[in-house]
């Protein structure tokens, strides 16, 4: 069956950079897109980029300056990197299975506090 | 980018009750419209995509429907288990989400 984890570490330094992996199984990386979301603790969600099936990427424009998505398909993998966190970067970082732009199957979700 | 405005903010029910949720986008998504059901500590989950067509598992009680910048997920009859956040999203462009409609029983 179709499943996505995240892993990552959940406390990141101000002004430090937030490296995240996700783990797919269940699909090839190189027939499904993956989109990374966030959500700040009791907000709506924030569409952040995407991997595309062909390798190509697509970002938030307003995270564009500091967010970089990549991917290992011989590892099932993900991966998302942003630079320059602050404390509004805090939230749950998802990664999901994104069909035809649909957000169809998602990932249980990784805590990321930015704190000192 | 599209913005989209989900209300109300909260809405509260009897198990039972016919329940209707309303988002509207700031211009015409072309019926690119999903809708996520969100229970607590837990990640989202896909209810319907493309306004109106209802993922593999989840129960007929939940409907959509809409066109250009107005969309409606129904309840039919509210269940307890549907206690929960909904938030839409867009794919027509750059993707965006509503901030949510809380939903509880009455």
């Known amino acids: 069956q179709v499943q996505l984890k995240e892993s990552g570490p959940g406390l990141v330094q101000p002004s430090e950079t937030l490296s995240l992996t996700c783990t797919v199984s269940g699909f090839s990386l190189t027939s499904y897109s993956v989109s990374w979301v966030r959500q700040p603790s009791g907000k709506g969600p924030e569409w952040m980029g995407r991997?595309?099936?062909?390798?190509?990427?697509a970002y938030n424009s307003a995270l564009k300056s500091r967010l970089s998505i990549s991917r290992d398909t011989s590892k099932n993998q993900v991966f998302l990197k942003m630079n320059s966190l602050q404390t509004d970067d805090t939230g749950t970082y998802y990664c999901t299975r994104d069909h035809y732009s649909s957000l169809d199957y998602w990932g249980q979700g990784v805590m990321v506090t930015v704190s000192s | 980018d599209i913005q989209m405005t989900q209300s109300p903010s909260v809405l509260s029910a009897s198990v039972g009750d016919r329940v209707t949720l309303n988002c509207k986008a700031s211009?015409?998504?072309?019926?690119?419209l999903n809708w996520y059901q969100q229970k607590l500590g837990e990640a989202p989950k896909l209810l319907i995509y493309?306004?109106?067509n209802l993922q593999t598992g989840i129960p007929s009680r939940f409907s959509g429907s809409g066109s250009g910048t107005d969309y409606t997920l129904t309840i039919s009859s509210l269940q307890p288990e549907d206690v929960a956040t909904y938030f839409c999203f867009q794919h027509n462009s750059w993707p965006t989400f509503g901030s949510g409609t809380k939903l509880e029983i009455k």
């Open positions: 991997m595309w099936y062909d390798g190509d990427t």
């Open positions: 493309n306004t109106n």
């Open positions: 211009q015409n998504i072309n019926k690119y």
